[in-house]
């Protein structure tokens, strides 16, 4: 009897475990100058980031925004652009982070970019580390986001 309520208890907590840690929410990073705020919605095995960036200086101030939806089922996807430009994507679970991998093609100018996606242990801090390999080389970024 004992031996099988401890291999439920594992069963249960390995499947606990294996569940996809939720990305979900409303997250802001910034200060005055620069600042960025991502949506993001996880259902039914996709992730959509919506994602919108300001920053101003003394002479200039733009920003972007934009939407992408993901499907984390580590399969590559492509797309295509009218003006010939290539992409290819894929999103996958890694432990308790989110890896989406991009290769885009534009002429001869080609880009591979890692992102990797990781919420902290208590819920609050949502960091993205990037890395973005071209012909200049390579380049490292980190960005955390706070849940609003």
């Known amino acids: 009897m ?18 996809d840690p ?3 929410g409303n997250w802001t990073r910034g200060d005055r100058t620069d600042t960025a705020t991502c949506k993001i919605e996880q259902q039914d095995g996709n992730v959509t980031f919506h994602i919108e960036k300001h920053f101003s200086n ?19 996807r492509e797309r295509k652009a009218g003006n010939g430009s290539e992409n290819w994507f894929t999103a996958y679970w890694q432990a308790h982070s989110l890896v ?21 242990d208590d819920g609050l801090t949502l960091t993205k580390t990037t890395r973005r390999v071209d012909m200049d080389g390579v380049t490292e970024s980190t960005e955390q986001f706070e849940r609003h």
Not at 3 to 18: D, H, P, Y
Not at 58 to 76: C, K, P, Q
Not at 100 to 120: C, F, N, P, Q
């Open 2 to 19: 004992m031996i099988r309520t401890l291999v439920v208890a594992g069963i249960v907590s390995c499947a606990a475990w294996a569940q």
């Open 22 to 24: 939720s990305l979900t």
């Open 58 to 76: 003394s002479r200039l101030s733009g920003g972007m925004s934009d939407t992408e939806t993901y499907a984390t089922d580590g399969v590559e």
């Open 100 to 120: 989406i991998t991009r290769l885009s093609k534009d002429g001869y100018h080609v880009v591979a970019t890692r992102e990797t996606w990781t919420v902290s």
